[in-house]
Nanobody, 121 residues
């Protein structure tokens, strides 16, 4: 069982930055691939970024490539999403995901409760 708690969301102007954090419970954090997904109002949840269990491999949606960076600290059981050059279209609820493999689509793994990111123009 893994419990995930996101933090770091908020309101920011276009062009600004935010760093999301996802703290995981349990002693097996380092055995999970971690990901970030987001869901805007009226839209389906979509993949944003993922990182392998070791942190050696990262994956990004084309829409955020070059602007967002995913990282993890296995000693702190935490995964991060650094978001730079934010755009209004990045506005969404951001969810943290833990799965036994890197997932860019549907996941049967664990989910956090989400954190709201709002980017004003």
């Amino acid at each position: 069982q893994v419990q995930l708690v996101e933090s770091g969301g908020g309101l920011v102007q276009a062009g600004g930055s935010l760093r999301l954090s996802c703290a995981a419970s349990g002693r097996t954090f380092s055995s999970y691939a971690m990901g970030w997904f987001r869901q805007a109002p009226g839209k389906e949840r979509e993949f944003v970024a993922a990182i392998s269990w070791s942190g050696g491999s990262t994956y990004y949606a084309d829409s955020v490539k070059g602007r967002f960076t995913i990282s993890r600290d296995n000693a702190k059981n935490t995964v991060y999403l650094q978001m730079n050059s934010l755009k209004p279209e990045d506005t969404a609820v951001y969810y943290c995901n833990a799965d036994r493999r890197v997932v860019t689509g549907l996941s049967a793994g664990y989910w956090g409760q989400g954190t709201q990111v709002t980017v004003s123009s």
